[in-house]
């Protein structure tokens, strides 16, 4: 009888059967291999039937004539929404994941690197994390630093718990007590403005005060219009030497393909946002082959989540692979680090 998702309960098995084989082995699977691995009540006729009746359905598809089945992506979606069991993460994992990202890291950037090379060891596929992006990022601190005579370090700590360092020319040496007003000047116009509004609130500022904070201003705008843009789309990318070692990569031109997609970053951090808009609050998004409809993407799955500053979404991570993932494995590994990774941030935007 169809079940509430259309297929069968035998439908259902056959289907969950060759997924499972076809991720453990990368080999097309044939109907004597799953009544023998699954020991299966069932002749293997009727399993060869039921594949031949899955595969004209979509589900799966035979690669050459003589050889077994390998699932399509309408297959893994199916098992993936359906069939598919989160598995529980062991001991042991957890441990590691909460022994890497553990107090002793002060420093968002480095939380973030840490998150995808974590993500890429423990998962065996390459991790993912996107960057914040510091146009929205708001200021919780801001102090100029003196170097040298000549040079100066801005530094301006957020409330994602980034700290940004700047290494800036000044033209004359700061004696200590303009640095001392300059440093509260810049605490009490600034604190709270998104990154992407400071130097304009510094114009209007300049704009709107005479004598010695119009001074103050001017010094502050110089400053901070020597810092970089910030550039959305950045992400820290680990694992991918891992990642084509897969026997699926072994084809130059789908390994080129999917280098290509690697390349483009700034690509693949939109099609994150795009498949987290709109989706469960906090729950883990599974995107297989050509669901993406862009190009080079149709030999590769990810497993993403969003992390969190507080309440606030501020970012995506997870792993990348091939579409033979170990689907309930990831979605575990990605959703536990997604936790992880929050309550860290969050303690250090605190």
């Avoid at 069991?85 to 994941?97: C, K, M, P, S, Y």
């Avoid at 990202?101 to 065996?124: F, I, Y």
């Avoid at 360092?165 to 509260?184: D, F, G, K, S």
């Amino acid at each position: 009888m169809p079940g509430e998702s259309g297929l069968s309960e035998r439908e259902d098995q056959i289907l969950q059967a060759v997924v499972q084989c076809y991720i453990t082995t990368a080999e097309p699977v044939g109907s004597r291999t799953i009544v023998k691995r699954f020991g299966l009540d069932l002749s293997p006729a009727t399993v060869r039937n039921v594949m031949a009746d899955l595969e004209e359905a979509g589900y799966l598809q035979q690669l050459h004539t003589s050889s077994g089945r390998v699932p399509t992506d309408q297959g893994y979606r199916y098992y993936v929404d359906h069939l598919m069991r989160v598995q529980q993460l062991t001991l042991a994992e957890r441990t590691r994941i909460e022994r890497e990202l553990s107090g002793r890291l002060e420093d968002a950037d480095e939380a973030l690197r840490q998150t995808s090379q974590l993500l890429a060891l423990v998962a065996h596929q390459a991790g993912i994390v996107e960057v914040p992006d510091n146009a929205a990022a708001e200021v919780r601190y801001i102090e100029v630093i003196p170097v040298v005579a000549s040079r100066a370090a801005l530094l301006i700590a957020d409330n994602h718990g980034r700290v940004h360092t700047v290494m800036v020319p000044i033209e004359e040496a700061l004696q200590e007590a303009e640095l001392t007003r300059l440093n509260n000047f810049l605490n009490q116009h600034l604190r709270g403005v998104t990154f992407d509004d400071l130097a304009a609130l510094m114009q209007e500022t300049m704009r709107s005060h005479l004598h010695e904070e119009r001074r103050l201003a001017e010094r502050a705008l110089h400053l901070l219009n020597l810092m970089p843009a910030g550039r959305p789309g950045q992400l820290y990318l680990e694992g991918t030497t891992a990642l084509f070692e897969q026997p699926e990569f072994r084809d130059v031109d789908k390994a080129r393909e999917v280098f290509g997609v690697l390349e483009e970053r700034d690509r693949l951090v939109e099609l994150l946002r795009r498949r987290m808009a709109g989706r469960g609050q906090g729950v883990p998004q599974v995107l297989i082959g050509s669901e993406s409809q862009e190009p080079g993407f149709k030999e590769i799955s990810v497993v993403a989540s969003p992390y969190r500053v507080g309440s606030e979404t501020v970012g995506v991570l997870g792993v990348l692979g091939p579409r033979r993932m170990p689907y309930g494995r990831l979605t575990s590994i990605v959703d536990y680090t997604a936790g992880m990774l929050s309550r860290l941030l969050t303690r250090l935007a605190g």
